[in-house]
């Protein structure tokens, strides 16, 4: 029976609550500096958003991450709108990946509100503000794929759930549930069996839907049309996925024991460092869903909650054996990142796990106990774990750290560069003028990040290089070189062949090309726990270059760049005769990644 009106408004003040509750988690993990910055592709997005507001001289689609990333596309326009009102911060990346995480929750909530209840959906809504750790990090990068796509699976339940509850396709219903499901489908090529999958239900259960699907059919049609733009631009590579075809190619012929046995070890990972109260809720949100099928399953014909928990469930079984029989590819869980792709399983098992919870509660004597307890277990778990979370970062320096996010760039140029060049057919020249037609205040910045990603994998010879940079002027030209640390390295094989290859360039500018590989180093990836190495082991050398030190320091910033007080004290544990010259990199680099007042 449908709710009443007054039903209607409370579960509207509901889910307000519980968007203000998200929001003060959210904020508490993002204010104190918590570990949601950085990884996979946030900043890279950004630097697209800043190409969208910069107008850069190509045509639009090519600013696009990755050709296949609808989610992505997305992702950086709805940033590149937050940079012109606020700022090009990394603010304004929480900020989009917040608005997300609202509409999860909000999708999420109605969806088990319609089918379950008020009592499931506010237990649905607590159950993912208070997230499991990984869960928790993951849903504050912004990054337009996997998480993010979540979105547009629940939205496409929510509807087609209900249109499957009253057996009828209503007009505007179908128009909701074909735009949502086509653009879902653009957004994010994992929500396509979701959309095939509720697609089939619907001819199944429907008896007039051929009769009914018109305006389904057409409204898909225009939830697809941004997907069908982006094919008509970049052509088949919209279904490039890192080198592999979407459906098919060798990563099909992974076999069905290697996918099981990706299952295992990413159970092993999960429950890896868990303690027991960890191990325990943990245990309770695999179980969850498949008590939810055995509660709802054999409830009356025509039952809201059976309908919802047998075609969620379905769904689940059905993703799946897509999994273990298809090129799909899910690794072992050993960084939480790895997380994004189990997102569908997460928010569907939350749903299936809030209706078990709230259907015990509501059943009285042992099971209300149980119920209550489980939900307190979960809760505890993901309030002990946000705890930790918050407390790893600096919460005693919020105010501080705003405006440290207010002031530090949320952009990068090497790594975006690396791809974006990748969409350019023009030569080493015209792509740097490319490059470099960026509105940046900071033109070392830009002409060094240009010059590291346009010839880090290059086979242009020393001079050739040289004769392009010199291109730009005297002066761009000596900020340009400092981007030539990837293209020595990556052509040598490490840090002391190519500082002993500098002998083949011109001796005028051999110290800006020490301070050049000083800011490649070692390592292509910048940790605290590299640094810390490569800096002991520089201070058991008999002599030091105080310009690779300078360099040095500019990988000191970008290792700490949320992080100052860290970066001092790791500086301060240097050996004095390496301290200055460290420092004065590392205040260049903070310089330089912080926007003007």
Sequence with gaps: MAPGNGARVHAGWILFGLLLFTFAVKAALVLSL???????????????????????????????????????????????????????????????????????????????????????????GLLFALAPVGFQKISLLNLGIHYESSLFLLATFALGLAVLRDRALAPKR???????????????????????????????????????????????????????????????????????????????????????????????????????????????RLALPFVAVLLFWKQRKGSSAALATKALAGYMLFFGVIYLFSSFQVGAVKHHFLLQRFTPFWCLGSVLAAAALA?????????????????????????????????????????????????????????????????????????????????????????????????????LSPQAVLGILKSLGREDYQRALLGLGPYLVQRTGDVDAALGALKFFPTEIHPILREAVGRRGPRMRIRPAFLVEERDELALRDSLDTRYLRGFGWRVYLGFRLDPVGAEEFMAAAPADMREPMQVGYREALRQHTLAE
Aim: glycine share 12%; with cysteine; hydrophobic share 50%.
């Design 174 to 284: 179908a128009l909701a549930l074909g735009s949502i499901a086509g653009l879902g489908i653009f957004f994010g090529y994992q929500n396509l069996p979701a959309v095939g999958f509720l697609g089939l239900l619907l001819i199944w259960r429907l008896p007039a839907f051929w009769r009914q699907c018109a305006p389904l059919c057409i409204a898909g049609l225009v939830g697809l049309l941004p997907l069908f733009a982006m094919w008509t631009f970049a052509g088949s590579a919209i279904f490039d996925i890192h080198g592999s075809p979407l459906i098919g190619g060798e990563e099909s012929s992974a076999s069905f024991a290697s996918k099981l046995d990706n299952v295992r070890l990413t159970l092993d990972s999960l429950f890896a460092d868990k303690n027991g109260l960890e191990c325990a809720a943990l245990c309770a």
């Design 359 to 459: 259907k015990g509660i509501g059943l009285g004597g042992f099971a209300r106990v149980l119920g209550v307890a489980l939900s307190s277990l979960l809760l505890l778990d993901g309030a002990l774990g946000l705890k930790e979370c918050v407390r790893a970062g600096s919460p005693e320096r919020m105010g501080k750290n705003l405006e440290l996010l207010l002031q530090t760039k949320g952009y990068t140029y090497p790594e975006y560069f690396a791809k974006f060049q990748e969409h350019l057919d023009q030569d080493p020249g015209a792509r740097l003028t490319i490059l470099t037609s960026f509105d940046e205040p900071q033109a070392e910045l830009l002409l060094a990040g240009a010059t590291a990603s346009l010839f880090e994998k290059s086979a």
């Design 34 to 124: 918590a570990d949601v910055f950085f990884y996979g592709e946030e900043l890279e997005k950004g630097t697209a958003a800043k190409g969208i507001l910069d107008s850069l001289p190509v045509p639009h689609y090519q600013l696009a991450y990755h050709y296949y990333e609808g989610g992505g596309i997305a992702i950086s326009h709805l940033t590149a709108l937050v940079f012109a009102v606020l700022g090009e911060n990394l603010l304004a990346h929480k900020l989009v990946s917040l608005l997300f995480n609202f509409g999860i929750l909000s999708a999420g909530f109605l969806l088990v509100q319609k089918h379950f209840g008020r009592l499931a959906a506010f237990l649905f």
